[in-house]
């Protein structure tokens, strides 16, 4: 498979459960999965009438009955519900809502006979992002084997639920990926956040200043359904260029200089490993915002 190949090719009859479907990747996936041909199961936490699904359903992840009904005659799983936010709830409530339902439906789906499900993780689950200690990553590009270190109950859940994923597969059989999103956004959404870290660009290190554009967010869950392999995978995703205008190397020069790197960076290239995603999925971004290259202001540094 490669780049090239859309996704909704075999997608078309395909049952697909969508959960947290309401949500600002749901819904756009819903949207693509539909246009597809899939007849999609629209999952969420409140009313949405405008979801265009098959069957849209209001209902728990967390609740065995909600996810029992909403998996009936399902093929696959594309799973994005979640408190997607470390300060969103309470962290008992961020970290136990995400496990839980991550637990709820791929345990029912695995036992089920489900073969393929795809999970919305985070950049965040390998724990620095939003780590409150002074640490930057172990080494750039950032890529699966990246060494964690977690202080906050939202990574801790998003990492638990990357080894649920394993634990469904080896139990079950149910092939499953993990993407680890980054910042997700419409492009209006994005270019505003280009300009947050293009005036300050130490908020952005952690996480290589890395997007992604919601419509691709959901072509990869969408590839993820289609792409022939086996086995759970956790896979950085990411469009290629970060979002502000300077170097790269510039940027890791400035605010990463005692930290490994393990390649040259060329030009505004983001420095997270995406091979992998390319090699499972066949992914490569599509919609990426136009930012002019410059170079990184004296006072930034």
Known sequence: MSGGIGA?????GTRVLVTG????????????LNDCGARVTALSANEEPAL????????DTRSEADVADA???????????????????????VYTTNVVSTFNVLAQAGAAGIRRAVVASSINAYGVPMNHHEVTPAYYPLD????????DWYSLSKYNDEQTARMAWRHWGIDVVSLRFPYVNDADAIRQHSERLTADPAV?????WSYLDSRDAARALALGITAEFTGAHRLFIAADSTCVPYPTA?????????????????GREVPIDLSAVRALL????????????????????
Do not use: C, W
């Open 52 to 59: 265009e699904a098959e069957r849209v359903l209001v209902g």
């Open 144 to 151: 699966s084997d990246i060494p964690v270190d977690i202080d």
């Open 21 to 32: 479907a309401s949500g600002r990747i749901g819904r756009v996936t819903t949207a693509l």
């Open 282 to 301: 066949g992914f490569r971004a599509e919609h990426e915002i136009e930012v002019a290259e410059m170079p990184l202001p004296p006072h930034l540094a």
């Open 71 to 93: 998996l009936q005659e399902v093929e696959a799983v594309v799973h994005l519900a979640a408190l997607a936010h470390r300060d969103i709830d309470t962290p008992y409530n």
């Open 204 to 208: 952005g290190v952690r996480e290589g």
């Open 8 to 12: 909704g090719e075999g997608l078309a």
């Open 250 to 266: 510039d940027l890791l020069n400035a605010f990463a200089a005692d930290t490994p790197k393990t390649k040259a960076f060329i």
